[in-house]
């Protein structure tokens, strides 16, 4: 009986693979890659899980700050809210405001 026999009742045991075992299909990314200051650090993260009530203590929990988290990530530097003018349609800088039609 090996050793991670023996202790396969007590940990979990993870056999990983050869090194040098090419796999039949290789994956590619079609995303580009982000920087975001968010995940530079663990500060900020858990700075951010705070102040946005994100917790990961249950399923549901997880589900909603992972959600949240991507939300977050994907819509990072832009504008939140775009106020636009009912009649012409044109973008407004103050929300009641419209100086092309008054």
Known sequence: MSIME???EVFFVV???????VFAEQTTEPDPLMSCDLMEG???????????????SSLRR?????????FHLA????????????LCETQVETRYNCTVCE
């Open 15 to 21: 056999q990983l693979q050869d090194p040098s075992y």
């Open 62 to 70: 997880a589900r909603y700050s992972t959600l949240s988290l991507l």
């Open 42 to 56: 663990r500060d900020a993260f858990l700075t951010l899980a705070r102040e946005k009530h994100w917790e990961f």
């Open 6 to 8: 023996k202790h396969k």
């Open 75 to 86: 819509n990072q530097g832009g504008d939140r809210f775009i106020y636009s003018c009912n």
